[in-house]
């Protein structure tokens, strides 16, 4: 074959050798040599016959093909198939670690419970709907006339609020009655109550009459001081809590349809909360901002001002939600932002707004997939943030369909028809799409191995979302192609392409040749664009056939062994991910909350649980993407505490847990419970039965029941020891463990828990809680061997250990994950390329990639820990880190040439402008994150725009100069003549 002969079987970039071998010659390339179909591989002729069709059909093609996305996206939307579930810590868990099927055991146990009870209304007091106040003095003492009065003032609404005392507040029980008093809130109104009615202020020696009394005993009384109240006897700080109660009216127990009540509650405290805002003037300073963030709440007085800041859980939940809608919106920008960088690339508003609709129509075409066909019924906020991946790969995949076609005619020679320009666009475009598609989609499929579900669940949608678009580019875009040329591309430039870049318009199309006509082109390379001439000559003489590419190679290698040095360092953080930035409202109360007050008895602990009669929850059977499926309850059948021998154990337990010791360095003071705060009911019991004159252990086993029951039914109990006692109603219940409820209802004593504070602060590393738990582990395995068997087979857990695994298992998922991708992505490289030593060379580069990302960028330069957010950013850094290198390793592969520099130079002239073209448009998808509330957003915008950065260069730069230097030659490398051999 002669040296300016073409097969357009093979996708290839042969116009630049074409170009290269007659650079001297005054003519043309001749016409092309068609290669026989039936010469064709299969896929080849598939994709002939796909291209000659819609050149033949173009309207019916892309008819269909609209139809079918549209109908399925008519099926998701009228069908209401489109949920998103609720982020709960429990979506995290790991299901099969002990931790979670402890806890969740416990949790189900405690439900069965309530079903056997009826407690009073609000009679339970829950942490996570307590309303708190913190107040700062600018003048250094918020213990004067002037503080105190600001605060009476700020809390005078709800402390006299009827809504609050009618509807919300904890109540309290005596015996004596059924209708219970609001719990006096733990405030300066509690001390001031007459003041905070009557508007008026205390006076100074009323002000210290009262911390007086407190600083008696500031352990019990340290919430209202600052850590430098010992020292000065002024507080700068304090803080106040109303409380609420649960059940609501309505409802039979804490539990009953808990997330209705939650909702009521939150309502509640979000409407007081915006009235506070109106009331401090906390407002938003335009529509995607937060009315929180940066904003201060300040009062005036005499001596000074007086900031003033609330929280609630159920008002950070509500904002939490808010701003990721918000944040969300960012989106928007980023497909116009797209949608404009298309038009200027593809030189057309149709190209581009078709382009785009294949990108956003994938969405719902994928969950129809997803949910429908996979039967994948999870979704939440962090699927959505495919949408900004998606956006980058999408438009690469337009780009390098478009610039195919665009280069056909240079490819083909000018005497080509639109028909064979079409069929190799299709076949070049298709299979390199398919390289690259195949290759993220697989990353992300990686992913879908981890244990925790939400990170699962987003590995399959990434994978369907690529493959999806993947199937949708092949199909719409050959007769998008055939409608422009046919019908747009010829208009005026202000119609055709971007307005007014009347010099870009001049190649929208490649020509048909006149075959009357005479070919008068003077130099090949005048087919190519100018971005594509810069490829081929300046850019290539320097990075491929300059001694620079030994240098580049070593800048690279020094940077990857840096990626690798920093890499090894990043760990799990020692303390929990901020939701919100420093200058947050909410955040800067969490802040000043966790380091500027005194130790107390009101902190809130890390509580480790002892249980009695449970076995880890069963998870035979359960629906792995089903957040509500938890499993099967088991209860330990040898449970019996009615004996006497059983009793004692317990009571020694409560005893010997109280002192127990610690030598893991994050239990303070050497103890596993923080000064002995451990609520055993066993301790109450004893008290309680002392007012009949009795005692434990008490006997007959059927007596101690009896009693049992009785006391966990009274108020003392029910304050002190809430479902603590498990009585659980059971048909034909027999043994000295059964009882008959007041309604005649037989319950049986399933199980009891003990729980202690401990000495260990959350949040902490799992390598931090490790030791801890080991402690807690070492304690009840001691106290096992010595119960009697009806009692040996409690177990501990902690909401803290479930963190823990989790902590462990995102560690484990980016590892086991890039493990996965470079074999998977080794596979498909040989695959895709035929060629071993391309493989090697690809799979070096997106290590680097990755490396750099995680090294250079998270590690060395913004510092990051290997968090939840940056676990997920490392997921989608995987899937993107191998699209541009594996463009240009495909296309080296292609290419006609037999020389290595040769061959690279083809590569980066057909692939380096879509290349190019694609980063950009990633880019820009994340660039838009960088102004959202959230940090989560911000981190995970930094992670795209590091990653399409990293990945850019290391691809045009290492990937190229390597392959300049060793990249294979010929057939050396090639996979089949060594299957062959």
Known sequence: MKPTEIEVSRSSISFTKTAHHQHEHATAAPGIQETPEEEEDIVSRCLARYAYWCFERPWTAISIVVGVVMLITVIVVAGQLFNVDEDTPKTWDVLQATASKRMDAMEEAIDEMGKAKNPQPRSDALYSWNFEFMYKAESGNILTPDGIGAILANEAWLFNSTDYKKDFCWLLYDS?????????????????????????????????????????????????????????????????????????????SPTDDFSDQAKEVQDYQVDYADSLCEKYGLEKTWALDSKYKGKEAKVSTPSGDVDIFWFSIEVTNKEIQDTISLDFLWAVFCIISVWIYMAIHTQSLMLASFGMFEIVISFPVTYFFYEVVCRIIFFQPVHILAIFVILGIGADDVFVFVDAFKQSMAELGPDSSHREQLKYAVSRASQAIFATSLTTAGAFLATSTSTIMPIASFGFFATWLIMLLFCINAALMPPVLVIWSRNFAALPCCVCCTPCLNTLCKSCIPKEADPESTPTEKNPLDRLRRSERFFYTTFSDLIIFSKAKYAIVAFFSVLLVLGLVFSIQLEPPESQADWFSEDHFIQKYITFSDEEFQESVEDPASEVILVWGLKPMSRKGVNRWDPEDRGTLKYDDTFELSSQASQESLIKTCELLKVADCSASQCKRGKLVRFGEVKCFMEGFQQWLS????????????????????????????????????????????????????????????????????????????????????????????RNKDSPDTINKAFQVSYSWGWADTQRALVDTVISGMGITFALAFAILIFATGNLVLALISIVTIAGIVLTVLGIGAKAIMGWSLDVTESISAVILIGLSVDYCVHLAHAYRESPSSKRGDRMRDALTTMGISVTAGAVTTFLAGAFLFGAVLPFFNKFGFIVVFTVISSYFWSMLFFSATCAIIGPEDEFGDVLPMLKW
């Open 176 to 252: 004596t009655s059924t209708n219970g008093t609001c719990a006096s809130a733990l405030s300066w109104t509690t001390f001031f109550p007459n003041y905070t009615i009557n508007g008026e202020t205390p006076t100074q020696a009323e002000i210290d009459e009262v911390v007086d009394r407190l600083d008696d005993d500031l352990y019990q009384n340290g919430y209202f001081f600052d850590s430098n109240f010992n020292n000065t006897a002024k507080s700068k700080f304090t803080r106040t809590i109303y409380y609420f109660g649960a059940p609501l009216a309505g409802f039979q």
């Open 691 to 782: 007012q009949f004159s009795e005692s434990l252990p008490l006997t007959p086993p059927e007596h101690f029941a009896s009693r049992l029951y009785n006391y966990s039914m009274s108020e003392e109990a029910k304050f002190n020891y809430m479902d603590m006692v498990g009585f659980v109603l059971e048909e034909d219940c027999s043994g000295p463990s059964c009882v008959a409820d007041e309604e005649g209802r037989q319950l049986k004593l399933k199980f009891v828990r003990m729980v202690a504070n401990s000495t260990f602060e959350d949040p902490l590393s799992f390598k931090t809680l490790d030791p801890m738990k080991d402690e807690w582990e070492d304690f009840v395995d001691s």
